[in-house]
């Protein structure tokens, strides 16, 4: 009869409300295991081994009556319902016992201090080890709390738990580990302690990323688990040949000499793969001028290192492909897509043998999520498997964002944020993917946008990426920042002086001698209505920008003598006739964003277009002049790239003037610091025109040199410290983007699209419960990202916004009706700000 209720209870101890404790405890560990035996890594066999036992211990806690009881009713709530904080000293117990059995401890103590830390944090953020997590060790309150746990797991489990565990482990039993505890608790939490503090004070990066690593492994495979997914999607094969070579065969079959140029790129970096040394050469470095085809040279390179390592190493790396920002990511995404999408029957070499119509029906094919994954906030979220040669859609859509947040993908284009923030961080959700950034061919496009304050660290994090996991960098940009000596990085283009020689499409005026707005706004109209050239004018803020392009409408408004607001077409774009007027910031709905740089790439007519930053670096644009607000170096240089970017229109043209408001302060103070600054004059120097083979490769290599030795790396150094410390909770201090202020999200109902998306979202927070609230808000995800901005303010403008209506019941999703659009949105400008609650330092 008791063996019978020992099954019995075996079979009703859960995990979740339904699955079984025993099959997630058998599940995770074996899956966590085959996550880590796919990597190719150090200590491969034994990290293996320390997942598995990290996942047969990780929900040890559940096994309690009071989580029982509170899976059958979640207001059963307590102290006593949470488990990681008793499962972690199991995970730490079974390893030890592991390590000291094996003869492995003096090589590998590490590991078990690792699995407390991993367990113990495995529904929470990893905090500071030594001041946050130590003490709990000590706590005696927390301590009675889990000696309770375990006089209540004793009482009514333990023969069932024991079963469990004969079943699932055969080094040590947990017996064992209740005698420990009960009878020497004091010992054993002592030694803990011990192996715990000597992880934080050996103050080895390398115990950082194994945190990480095993952490990323746990998260991963307890909600793949939990999810019902119980697998990593299958792996899907790219292919053998070349798809970069057909693709380019089939799309730019004229030749100029640009194309020639690019072509001699891209063969002279593809060739490179003969003598690269797979163990040495880690980090790679693809330096060109803008418009020489760094993407498919790029993308090329990398599917043929991917089959080199294959070859070579007995692996297939995956590929992460990262930009800085967001207008370049679908643009790149997109032409991955359509390259990888000759890998089916019909490649790129039958496509030249097709009706257009059924090329463009092949190139909208849609390219599985596990071949390929676009990942950053904005999003649809879906994910479409491809398994067994059949494309199958996960209809979930939590598991859908489980699977893209993990980045469960052969290849994925993601956005810095999501790259740096995934390796340097303490949060549960951005660790998740670390594990699938291991053994993969990272390409970081646009390098230069990295802020010279954290290279030191950057450079710190890749090194260990590539060299202790099995990774390869790839740096691609115009302007090489010094983030690595010279001895540590290859050059994938010996002969980039020949190229940079060759790119002489503009010439540069420089004036440094400071103009008011209200002169340049007049001067820029004059420019508009001498000549018939296309213009762009890139300002360092939105305050800035929205003046010249009211200024500018107006003006032309008066020469086509027509009414201003009558001219704006769907996409607020105004209408001259013959001539268009664009006005771009990160003011303007995403939406419409992405429709002016689609329209300023296909549209026949005239273009004036007065923008923000938002589009110096990689959007594929061209236009004949520029007029660029002094800004750093590398910024200047970028913007230049969309001017004559395929040397077709004669000379272009880059003005760069010192623009100052009306108290004569540079509008760049509001923008970029002193030392960038500084630099960019001095390295500028006395020049007034100068033309780009002469300016741009000296004048970067100059730039950075000066920012090297002048800037200073202690924010670097203070991060890099705190990970050697484990002061998991100190990598918030790493920010891409500088949190100034305070921003409000806010959606703007600037449509009947919109008013049904507000709608929907009304129905969902006052009908659904909290879960499945959640569930039906990601379903619209992408609608609501389309009609919402994200606006940096200062206290005047906050309280303004306060005064918006809410959306439902969230207090801080503001949004503005359609009866109110006129008063805080136009469609050409996009947010409309007071005057008196601008705050130009976060313009």
């Known amino acids: 009869m008791k063996l019978v209720k020992i099954m019995l209870f075996s079979c009703e101890l859960k995990s979740h409300p ?335 043998k097709m009706k257009n119509e059924e090329t463009q029906s092949l190139l909208e094919k849609t390219t599985p999520s596990n071949l390929l994954l676009k990942h950053h906030h904005l999003i649809d979220i879906k994910y479409n498997e491809e398994r067994d040669n059949e494309l199958n859609i996960i209809e979930d859509i939590n598991n859908a964002l489980l699977l893209t947040e993990s980045w469960h993908s052969e290849i994925v284009v993601t956005t810095f944020i999501q790259f740096f923030y995934s390796i340097i961080t303490n949060k549960n959700k951005s660790a998740r993917k670390f594990h699938n950034i291991t053994n993969s061919i990272i390409v970081l496009d646009e390098i230069q946008a990295i802020p010279h304050k954290y290279w030191l660290l950057i450079n710190n994090m890749l090194k260990f990426l590539a060299y202790n996991f099995n990774c390869w960098v790839i740096l691609m940009t115009a302007t090489k920042p010094l983030i690595f000596e010279e001895k540590e990085i290859k050059e994938l283009v010996e002969n980039r002086n020949e190229y940079f020689e060759y790119f002489d499409r503009v010439d540069f005026n420089f004036d440094l001698t400071g103009t008011y707005l209200e002169d340049f706004k007049k001067n820029i109209f004059k420019t508009i209505i001498s000549n018939e050239k296309d213009v762009m004018i890139v300002l360092n803020t939105i305050k800035s920008s929205k003046e010249l392009y009211k200024y500018l409408k107006e003006n032309l408004s008066e020469i086509y003598s027509v009414d201003p607001e009558s001219i704006l077409d769907k996409d607020g774009i105004c209408n001259f006739g013959d001539l268009e007027l664009i006005n771009m910031t990160t003011h303007i709905l995403p939406k419409y964003r992405l429709n002016r740089i689609n329209r300023i790439k296909t549209d026949s007519k005239r273009k004036v277009i007065v923008t923000t930053q938002l589009v110096e670096a990689g959007v594929d644009i061209s236009v004949d002049i520029i007029y660029r607000d002094l800004a750093p170096l590398d910024s200047i240089i970028q913007t230049a790239g969309r001017c004559n970017r395929n040397d077709d229109s004669g000379r272009g043209i880059v003005n760069i003037v010192k623009l100052k408001n009306n108290n004569g302060v540079p509008f760049f103070s509001h923008v970029y610091g002193k030392i960038l600054m500084n630099a960019t004059e001095e390295v500028i120097g006395r020049r007034s025109k100068i033309s780009e083979k002469e300016f741009i490769k000296n004048a970067a290599d100059s730039y950075y040199l000066l920012i090297k030795e002048r800037g200073s790396v202690q924010d670097s150094r203070e991060i890099v410290d705190h990970l050697k410390n484990l002061e998991f909770s100190e990598t918030l201090k790493f920010q891409l983007i500088p949190n100034e202020g305070q921003t409000a999200s806010i959606f703007i109902e600037i449509d009947e699209k919109a008013r049904e998306v507000r709608e929907n979202i009304e129905t969902i927070q006052m009908n659904f419960k909290k879960f499945d609230k959640k569930n039906e808000l990601l379903k619209i995800k992408r609608y609501i990202n389309c009609f919402t901005l994200s606006i940096r303010c200062n206290k005047n403008l906050r309280d303004n916004i306060d005064g918006l209506s809410s959306i439902g019941d969230n207090t801080i999703f503001k949004y503005v009706p359609n009866n109110d659009l006129r008063k805080w949105y136009r469609l050409d400008i996009g947010f409309c700000i007071p005057e008196t609650d601008i705050d130009n330092r976060m313009l």
Not at 40 to 47: A, H
Not at 221 to 242: F, Q, T
Not at 317 to 344: A, H, T, V, W
């Open 18 to 352: 339904e699955k079984k404790l025993v099959d997630h405890l058998r599940n995770v560990a074996e899956l966590s295991n085959k996550i880590v035996n796919s990597k190719s890594i150090d200590d491969q066999k034994i990290f293996s081994e320390i997942t598995y036992i990290i996942g047969i211990s990780h929900d040890f806690g559940k096994s309690t009556t009071f989580f029982q009881r509170y899976i059958l009713d979640p207001d059963e709530k307590s102290k006593y319902t949470y488990h990681g904080f008793l499962s972690s000293f199991l995970g730490y117990y079974f390893v030890r016992s592991y390590l000291e059995g094996t003869g492995l401890w003096d090589e590998y103590w590490y590991l078990a201090p690792i699995t407390w830390i991993v367990i113990n944090k495995h529904h929470g953020n990893i905090e500071n080890i030594k001041y946050t997590e130590i003490p709990k060790i000590k706590d005696h309150l927390k301590i009675e709390t889990v000696m309770e746990q375990m006089r209540d797991v004793e009482s009514h489990y333990l023969n069932e738990m024991k079963v469990i565990y004969d079943d699932l482990w055969n080094y040590s039993s947990i017996t064992g580990f209740f005698d420990e505890f009960n009878f020497n608790a004091p010992v054993f939490r002592k030694g803990l302690y011990k192996d715990v503090k000597k992880l934080c004070r050996e103050k080895n990066i390398k115990y950082y990323f194994y945190i990480l690593f095993f952490y990323s492994v746990l998260l991963d495979a307890d909600k793949l688990d939990a999810s019902g997914l119980e697998r990593v999607p299958e792996k899907v094969e790219i292919s053998e040949g070349d798809l970069v070579d057909a693709y380019k065969s089939v799309k730019f079959k004229e030749e100029t000499k640009i194309n020639e140029l690019r072509e001699k790129a891209y063969t002279e970096v593809k060739s490179q793969l003969k003598t690269l040394n797979l163990n040495n050469d880690r980090i790679l470095s693809i330096n060109l001028p803008t418009g020489a085809g760094k993407t498919l040279t790029g993308f090329s390179f990398v599917l043929n290192l991917q089959n080199k390592v294959k070859d070579e190493k007995g692996f297939d790396p995956k590929i992460i492909y990262s930009l800085p920002f967001l207008s370049i990511i679908d643009q790149n995404s997109s032409i991955i897509s359509e390259i990888l999408d000759g890998r089916n029957k019909k490649g790129w070499n039958d496509l030249l």
